[in-house]
């Protein structure tokens, strides 16, 4: 375990954290006038190795030769400028700092990106961190990587689970989620619909099953899987018969048969590696999935149809009803879908990049 120290005068800033891998949604904008909760758990951080947040620079003005280099293969709004390495915590996680006043304008509901760190060591002044709490972004506060340092902390370790001991100890995250709309006239505003996570989740799976297609259809297990991405994988594939076929594969898992072109992998939720699988399906095109959603495909938790009555039976989890369902189809998220796929080398292709060019268009018809 950490924690970590202003690098102006060494005053602590966390309390002890173990480090995790850095969640998809981290980046997410998710509707308008949300109220999104904590991105990260309590007494955990991850890192985000590439450049985030201002100053940020149009891609007018970019080198497209110096973009490869950094990972990114098709044009994008604007490249951050930002240092690389930003470390994100859960607000209630800091200690020793402030709120900067004159860097909380500009905003809507709350706390954003701004111009800058909004938050100062409370020893000596140095800008440390921002605080981000506006709507429809995730809570967070995100350490500056040049203005902290990370200290062990002594006989404090946090051991790597098994994937074993994952299956067993991992939770799966629910496809459906209660969301809050910010400061209703009518009191508390929410309602149930697809959760934010899963759509990150998706947006980033589907990117790579594009790139897995080479432009042939691809078709996916039946159930809660096709639900979240034949839609798309039909809208934006040519049609015919299915070419390319992917399934679910991870611990506990059948190992998938030699024909399986593309698997969806559990990525794991301390380190961030795929599963890795073996066997002929070793050569299969991998498509991450944060462990949690992963679980809920792999291993769907069973609702009863009906409440039951008297003592509960062996085997019943829970007699609850169901999470009502969302109004509308699923949809992946957009940005995370556009910020993955101009990361992968298979964007130079043509029609990958028509569809990144007529990605607006297909949010209007309710595809992402």
């Known amino acids: 375990m950490f924690v970590f120290v202003c690098a102006g005068c060494g005053a602590g800033l966390t309390f002890p954290l173990s480090q995790v891998a850095l969640p998809v949604h981290a980046h997410q904008k998710y509707g308008n006038g949300i109220q999104l909760p904590v991105l990260m758990e309590s007494g955990t951080f991850a890192v985000d190795p590439d450049p985030c947040g201002p100053p940020w620079r149009k891609w007018e003005k970019t080198d497209p030769d110096e973009a490869a280099t950094r990972g990114i293969y098709a044009p994008v709004h604007a490249l951050s400028e930002?240092?690389?390495?930003?470390?994100?915590?859960?607000?209630?996680?800091?200690?020793?700092?402030?709120?900067?006043?004159?860097?909380?304008?500009?905003?809507?509901?709350?706390?954003?990106?701004?111009?800058?760190?909004?938050?100062?060591?409370?020893?000596?002044?140095?800008?440390?961190?921002?605080?981000?709490?506006?709507?429809?972004?995730?809570?967070?506060?995100?350490?500056?990587?040049?203005?902290?340092?990370?200290?062990?902390?002594?006989?404090?370790?946090?051991?790597?689970?098994?994937?074993?001991?994952?299956?067993?100890?991992?939770?799966?995250?629910?496809?459906?989620?209660?969301?809050?709309?910010?400061?209703?006239?009518?009191?508390?505003?929410?309602?149930?619909?697809?959760?934010?996570?899963?759509?990150?989740?998706?947006?980033?799976?589907?990117?790579?099953?594009?790139?897995?297609?080479d432009g042939q259809p691809v078709t996916v297990p039946h159930g809660l899987t096709a639900e979240v991405f034949q839609r798309a994988l039909d809208a934006l594939l040519p049609a015919g018969p299915p070419a390319r076929r992917a399934f679910l594969a991870g611990p506990g898992l059948p190992i998938p048969d030699a024909d399986a072109d593309i698997l969806f992998l559990p990525t794991h939720?301390?380190?961030?590696?795929?599963?890795?699988?073996?066997?002929?399906?070793?050569?299969?095109?991998?498509?991450?999935?944060?462990?949690?959603?992963?679980?809920?495909?792999?291993?769907?938790?069973?609702?009863?149809?009906?409440?039951?009555?008297?003592?509960?039976?062996?085997?019943?989890?829970?007699?609850?009803?169901?999470?009502?369902?969302?109004?509308?189809?699923?949809?992946?998220?957009p940005r995370t879908f556009e910020h993955t796929l101009v990361r992968l080398p298979a964007v130079r292709s043509r029609w990958l990049r028509e569809i990144l060019e007529n990605l607006t268009q297909y949010m209007r018809t309710g595809l992402f």
Request: proline share 14%.
């Open 82 to 213: 930002g240092a690389p390495g930003m470390i994100v915590i859960a607000p209630g996680d800091t200690r020793g700092t402030v709120l900067i006043p004159e860097k909380g304008d500009g905003y809507c509901c709350g706390l954003g990106w701004g111009d800058g760190p909004n938050m100062a060591c409370e020893a000596c002044g140095l800008p440390v961190a921002t605080r981000i709490d506006d709507c429809s972004l995730w809570q967070a506060v995100w350490l500056s990587p040049d203005a902290v340092r990370r200290v062990p902390v002594d006989n404090a370790g946090t051991a790597t689970l098994s994937w074993a001991e994952l299956l067993v100890e991992g939770k799966g995250t629910p496809p459906v989620a209660p969301i809050t709309g910010w400061g209703s006239l009518l009191g508390l505003d929410h309602w149930w619909s697809w959760s934010p996570q899963w759509e990150a989740a998706a947006g980033r799976a589907l990117a790579h099953l594009l790139a897995a297609s």
């Open 269 to 333: 939720p301390q380190t961030g590696e795929p599963w890795n699988p073996t066997g002929p399906a070793a050569s299969a095109y991998p498509v991450p999935l944060p462990f949690g959603v992963w679980m809920w495909l792999a291993f769907p938790e069973p609702h009863l149809p009906l409440p039951a009555s008297g003592t509960m039976p062996d085997g019943v989890l829970r007699d609850d009803p169901p999470s009502p369902r969302p109004h509308h189809l699923f949809r992946a998220d």
